[in-house]
């Protein structure tokens, strides 16, 4: 389970937060590369995506596609994306 950005009552935050159920902790991973709340977050193919948000004056286009191997973030704009469609 991954818990990212969000707001902390005086700023939206970057940090991520990691579940592991076996050892029943939470780790800190590297945070994104801007502070931003009311974002959307997935998780496909391995990959952690956060989409959108908002960090404090302006919504966020671009979102972060974040690889739990290679541990960082890289910002991504869905022209970089192969888009499927699905019947």
Same mark, same amino acid.
């Given at each position: @389970?991954?818990?990212? /950005? /969000?707001?902390?009552?005086?700023?939206?935050?970057?940090?991520?937060?990691?579940? !592991?159920?076996?050892?029943?902790?939470?780790?800190?991973?590297?945070? @994104?590369?801007?502070?931003?709340?009311?974002?959307?977050?997935?998780?496909? !193919? /391995? @990959?952690?995506?956060?989409?959108?948000?908002?960090?404090?004056?302006? /919504?966020?286009?671009?979102?972060?596609?974040?690889?739990?191997?290679?541990?960082?973030?890289?910002?991504?704009?869905?022209? !970089?994306?192969?888009?499927?469609?699905?019947?």
């Amino acid at each position: @389970m991954y818990v990212c /950005g /969000g707001f902390n009552g005086s700023l939206r935050v970057r940090t991520v937060d990691v579940y !592991d159920p076996v050892k029943d902790v939470w780790c800190t991973v590297q945070p @994104m590369e801007a502070r931003r709340s009311t974002l959307g977050a997935a998780v496909l !193919d /391995g @990959m952690l995506y956060a989409v959108g948000g908002f960090d404090g004056s302006t /919504g966020l286009c671009p979102f972060l596609r974040f690889s739990s191997i290679q541990e960082f973030f890289r910002t991504t704009f869905l022209t !970089d994306l192969k888009v499927y469609a699905f019947n």
